[in-house]
């Protein structure tokens, strides 16, 4: 017992005299980089690096953060503190399945689901204006309707998809929900948009683009590759203009929280010998692998060189990113 009293206040005491007559560059790190990570706060910091970096390339370049609505709450919680250093990194938040989608194509998400993602939604549009993009999931007329209803009285861009894969023209309705003669100057002057980043259905480039051509959508975002294959810049530019010969803007996605297998950066012997941020593949996700997104040398890889997808894409002449991978910082967590 006086051992056990002894110990509980000296212990300390001599562990303090000991790193105070000793080098502490010389002590080892108890704590290792994972545990002591913030990892929302580096997620926050990396899309804030990646604004910085892309506007240092092209005045204007758009960055758009989807999901991970928790990152626009200093605590993550709908009862936080807007994170305004955060929300001004985005131009816009775009979210899934707000009104249709979360529980299947054609299904009303829950009320409480749905109180839960407007709430963060607006959070970050009166903090600072920013444009909220809803993508939902229905293929029936009237949820269709409906769904593009709730987004514009919500005052958000509404796209509703009748494919979960994203891999369409919706064939319904036949013109974008409030069509218009603008030229699409900033994110703030759109009205509609289009997400379509599976390509699978088209067999060619130059294909796909020719549909995207006699659309008349303000926004259109892509994946950056078709089949392993970049879009050239001369096509970027034919997108740039709706059939009706207005400007519009085109954005990239870019996941900055996992790493892909099928993408040009990716060697393949990591898979025996991976690097120092690379960790283990998702489950259920062939090709899709956790990643340290806070390791300088992954951020690298997105936005840092002349080989990096930030400055790709740029340098292609698309007007901005559309950022996945953002929730990745819950696995870290949890």
Same mark, same amino acid.
Request: glycine share 6%.
């Given at each position: 017992?006086?051992?056990?009293? /002894?110990?509980?206040?000296?212990?300390?005491?001599?562990?303090?005299?000991?790193?105070?007559? /000793?080098? $502490?560059?010389?002590?080892?790190?108890?704590?290792?980089?994972?545990?002591?990570? #913030?990892?929302?706060?580096?997620?926050?910091?990396?899309?804030?690096?990646?604004?910085?970096? &892309?506007?240092?390339?092209?005045?204007?370049?758009?960055?758009?953060?989807?999901?991970?609505?928790?990152?626009?709450?200093?605590?993550?919680?709908?009862?936080? #503190?807007?994170?305004?250093?955060?929300?001004?990194?985005?131009?816009?938040?775009?979210?899934? &399945?707000?009104?249709?989608?979360?529980?299947?194509?054609?299904?009303?998400?829950?009320?409480?689901?749905?109180?839960?993602?407007?709430?963060?939604?607006?959070?970050?549009?009166?903090?600072?204006?920013?444009?909220?993009?809803?993508?939902?999931?229905?293929?029936?007329?009237?949820?269709?309707? =409906?769904?593009?209803?709730?987004?514009?009285?919500?005052?958000?861009?509404?796209?509703?998809?009748?494919?979960?894969?994203?891999?369409?023209?919706?064939?319904?309705?036949?013109?974008?929900?409030?069509?218009?003669?603008?030229?699409?100057?900033?994110?703030?002057?759109?009205?509609?948009?289009?997400? $379509?980043?599976?390509?699978?259905?088209?067999?060619?480039?130059?294909?796909?683009?020719?549909?995207?051509? =006699?659309?008349?959508?303000?926004?259109?975002?892509?994946?950056?590759?078709? =089949?392993?294959?970049?879009?050239?810049?001369?096509?970027?530019?034919?997108?740039?203009?709706?059939?009706?010969?207005?400007?519009?803007?085109?954005?990239?996605?870019?996941?900055?929280?996992?790493? *892909?297998?099928?993408?040009?950066?990716?060697?393949?012997? !990591?898979?025996?010998?991976?690097?120092?941020?690379?960790?283990?593949?998702?489950?259920?996700?062939?090709?899709?692998?956790?990643?340290?997104? !806070?390791?300088?040398?992954?951020?690298?890889?997105?936005?840092?060189?002349?080989?990096?997808?930030?400055?790709?894409?740029?340098?292609?002449?698309?007007?901005?990113?559309?950022?996945?991978?953002?929730?990745?910082? *819950?696995?870290?967590?949890?």
């Amino acid at each position: 017992m006086k051992w056990t009293f /002894c110990a509980k206040f000296l212990l300390p005491t001599l562990i303090a005299a000991t790193l105070t007559a /000793c080098n $502490l560059e010389d002590v080892p790190n108890l704590y290792p980089e994972q545990g002591h990570t #913030d990892h929302p706060q580096e997620m926050r910091d990396f899309v804030g690096s990646i604004q910085g970096y &892309a506007r240092g390339l092209k005045t204007g370049f758009i960055v758009i953060g989807h999901g991970a609505l928790p990152l626009l709450s200093t605590n993550e919680l709908t009862s936080g #503190d807007p994170d305004s250093v955060y929300i001004r990194s985005l131009d816009g938040v775009a979210q899934d &399945a707000v009104f249709y989608g979360h529980a299947g194509i054609d299904q009303p998400t829950s009320d409480s689901r749905r109180n839960s993602l407007q709430s963060f939604l607006d959070m970050a549009r009166n903090t600072s204006g920013t444009t909220i993009m809803v993508t939902d999931f229905a293929i029936s007329e009237q949820k269709i309707d =409906n769904a593009y209803q709730l987004s514009n009285d919500a005052g958000y861009l509404g796209f509703v998809a009748d494919h979960t894969e994203l891999d369409n023209i919706p064939i319904y309705p036949t013109q974008p929900y409030n069509i218009n003669r603008r030229d699409i100057f900033d994110l703030d002057d759109a009205s509609n948009f289009l997400v $379509l980043t599976d390509t699978r259905l088209h067999s060619t480039r130059q294909q796909l683009v020719d549909e995207l051509v =006699n659309t008349d959508y303000d926004v259109i975002v892509l994946d950056f590759f078709f =089949n392993g294959e970049e879009f050239t810049a001369n096509q970027i530019r034919q997108l740039q203009r709706k059939s009706n010969g207005r400007a519009r803007k085109v954005l990239a996605t870019v996941n900055i929280g996992h790493a *892909e297998n099928n993408r040009y950066y990716w060697e393949n012997h !990591w898979v025996s010998n991976p690097p120092d941020w690379l960790n283990e593949q998702i489950p259920g996700n062939n090709g899709l692998y956790y990643v340290n997104y !806070w390791n300088p040398a992954w951020q690298d890889i997105i936005s840092g060189d002349e080989d990096s997808y930030i400055y790709k894409i740029a340098n292609a002449g698309f007007d901005g990113a559309y950022l996945q991978g953002l929730d990745a910082y *819950e696995h870290f967590q949890d």
